[in-house]
């Protein structure tokens, strides 16, 4: 989400602070009760309501964990860091790979990009698309190509905040996203599935990325192979852990209810807990170890294209003195040095491998106000902003953008310092 005036929200972990100032003012009230005793004490604080008690899940372990597979398809997933099994998950032929990050509705920045780039005929056939958080819920339309741009527009220009959650603590978080669920219910049709099963046939790769907070490690979603699972039934398993899927990549803890997904070891089963994928990386290229820039690991892209949803520039703004400001603040400059950090080592990771590195951001320029969370007016503005850029002789630049008090703009669609692998046929 977005940070361009104080009242304003960004970044998809910064969606927890959101959550924070629509949960009742009960809290505060609590929090400040200590002062006000001291002026009001004929009237002390109501109580805080009663927390909600959940079922507890069946115990398991470690173990059991690491040797669990999905039901009926054991490839649909595996660890981050589980280096063998991510070089065995990627094609056989070697293309240019896409990759999309967190951002919460800022998100309406890169599938104004991608549409942008279908309408310049720059759109190219991924062979590799990843997704987290936001980038989860676009990557789907965005592997099976222009054929879906619509779709990818209206998901990020046609719904509002009571789309995606609604207040009340469910016991697991401040919000509830059951909203969001039946929304992806809608999106994530069989037709959809089919396409994607289609294109994983072919040799491409759709992954998507979560985070186990049982294991505490991020987990790798093969999508097309658990669409390539998929019927045609309302109910089919392989359609709801798709849904389910791209919902707990979304989920940010705290925010949203975490998502549970049944697994399977030695026939017993149990339930993991899986939430937003960002918790692990703001966007995902490879498993850590292999981008560590003493690795030597050359990564098997023929180029590299990575849509960040944020501007990553410090934006002043007078913080009052309230929880929400404060973390709202501080969660977001976090978030900016971790997806800073991040390409940087990715930037030296392509260096290293031979292959063009190119990335997008939103411009420095674009400083449309937001009313809070998931504003129509605020995101049809942003889609704008990503459809021109897309749409441009130079939509990507050649290295991360620049630090504040660094000349230039690296990532300026205008820049002569733009990559010409962001012209047409480039990284095929």
């Given at each position: 989400m977005n940070r361009h005036s104080p009242g304003t929200f960004r970044i998809g972990a910064a969606a927890i602070?959101?959550?924070?100032?629509?949960?009742?003012?009960?809290?505060?009230?609590?929090?400040?009760?200590?002062?006000?005793?001291?002026?009001?004490?004929?009237?002390?604080?109501?109580?805080?309501?009663?927390?909600?008690?959940?079922?507890?899940?069946?115990?398991?372990?470690?173990?059991?964990?690491?040797?669990?597979?999905?039901?009926?398809?054991?490839?649909?997933?595996?660890?981050?860091?589980?280096?063998?099994?991510?070089?065995?998950?990627?094609?056989?032929?070697?293309?240019?790979?896409?990759?999309?990050?967190?951002?919460?509705?800022?998100?309406?920045?890169?599938?104004?990009?991608?549409?942008?780039?279908?309408?310049?005929?720059?759109?190219?056939?991924?062979?590799?698309?990843?997704?987290?958080?936001?980038?989860?819920?676009?990557?789907?339309?965005?592997?099976?190509?222009?054929?879906?741009?619509?779709?990818?527009?209206?998901?990020?220009?046609?719904?509002?905040?009571?789309?995606?959650?609604?207040?009340?603590?469910?016991?697991?978080?401040?919000?509830?996203?059951?909203?969001?669920?039946?929304?992806?219910?809608?999106?994530?049709?069989?037709?959809?599935?089919?396409?994607v099963a289609a294109q994983y046939r072919a040799g491409r790769r759709l992954f998507i990325v979560t985070t186990d907070l049982d294991a505490d490690r991020s987990v790798v979603w093969n999508m097309g192979a658990i669409a390539a699972h998929a019927g045609d039934e309302p109910e089919d398993p392989a359609l709801n852990l798709f849904r389910n899927v791209m919902l707990a990549s979304g989920s940010v803890p705290g925010a949203f209810p975490p998502v549970l997904i049944e697994v399977e070891d030695n026939g017993r089963r149990f339930q993991e807990m899986h939430v937003d994928g960002g918790v692990g990386g703001q966007f995902f290229v490879a498993p850590q170890a292999l981008l560590q820039s003493n690795s030597g690991y050359r990564i098997p892209a023929t180029a590299l294209y990575i849509v960040v949803n944020s501007r990553l520039q410090p934006e002043f703004a007078e913080v009052t003195r309230s929880t929400p400001a404060i973390l709202t603040k501080s969660v977001g400059m976090a978030v900016d040095v971790d997806l800073r950090m991040l390409l940087d080592r990715v930037f030296v990771a392509a260096k290293n491998s031979g292959i063009g590195f190119n990335v997008a951001t939103i411009p420095a320029s674009f400083n449309a106000p937001s009313r809070g969370p998931f504003d129509p007016d605020y995101m049809n503005a942003l889609f704008d902003v990503g459809l021109a850029q897309g749409k441009s002789a130079e939509p990507f630049a050649a290295a991360p953008p620049p630090y504040p008090g660094q000349a230039g703009e690296m990532n300026d669609p205008a820049s002569p310092q733009s990559t010409d692998m962001a012209k047409p046929g480039a990284g095929k």
């Amino acid at each position: 989400m977005n940070r361009h005036s104080p009242g304003t929200f960004r970044i998809g972990a910064a969606a927890i602070l959101a959550a924070l100032i629509l949960v009742p003012a009960g809290l505060a009230h609590t929090a400040n009760a200590p002062e006000r005793e001291r002026h009001h004490a004929k009237k002390a604080p109501a109580p805080p309501p009663p927390a909600r008690q959940l079922p507890p899940r069946a115990p398991f372990t470690a173990a059991d964990d690491a040797a669990a597979v999905i039901p009926g398809i054991p490839d649909a997933r595996f660890f981050a860091d589980a280096l063998g099994d991510f070089e065995k998950a990627l094609p056989a032929k070697p293309g240019p790979w896409l990759v999309l990050s967190t951002g919460g509705s800022d998100g309406a920045f890169g599938a104004g990009l991608l549409n942008g780039l279908s309408a310049a005929g720059r759109r190219l056939d991924y062979s590799v698309v990843t997704g987290v958080s936001t980038g989860a819920l676009m990557a789907p339309f965005v592997f099976v190509g222009a054929k879906y741009d619509d779709q990818l527009k209206a998901a990020y220009t046609h719904i509002t905040a009571a789309d995606v959650f609604e207040a009340g603590s469910t016991g697991e978080s401040f919000v509830d996203s059951w909203p969001l669920k039946d929304l992806l219910g809608k999106l994530v049709t069989p037709e959809l599935l089919h396409d994607v099963a289609a294109q994983y046939r072919a040799g491409r790769r759709l992954f998507i990325v979560t985070t186990d907070l049982d294991a505490d490690r991020s987990v790798v979603w093969n999508m097309g192979a658990i669409a390539a699972h998929a019927g045609d039934e309302p109910e089919d398993p392989a359609l709801n852990l798709f849904r389910n899927v791209m919902l707990a990549s979304g989920s940010v803890p705290g925010a949203f209810p975490p998502v549970l997904i049944e697994v399977e070891d030695n026939g017993r089963r149990f339930q993991e807990m899986h939430v937003d994928g960002g918790v692990g990386g703001q966007f995902f290229v490879a498993p850590q170890a292999l981008l560590q820039s003493n690795s030597g690991y050359r990564i098997p892209a023929t180029a590299l294209y990575i849509v960040v949803n944020s501007r990553l520039q410090p934006e002043f703004a007078e913080v009052t003195r309230s929880t929400p400001a404060i973390l709202t603040k501080s969660v977001g400059m976090a978030v900016d040095v971790d997806l800073r950090m991040l390409l940087d080592r990715v930037f030296v990771a392509a260096k290293n491998s031979g292959i063009g590195f190119n990335v997008a951001t939103i411009p420095a320029s674009f400083n449309a106000p937001s009313r809070g969370p998931f504003d129509p007016d605020y995101m049809n503005a942003l889609f704008d902003v990503g459809l021109a850029q897309g749409k441009s002789a130079e939509p990507f630049a050649a290295a991360p953008p620049p630090y504040p008090g660094q000349a230039g703009e690296m990532n300026d669609p205008a820049s002569p310092q733009s990559t010409d692998m962001a012209k047409p046929g480039a990284g095929k």
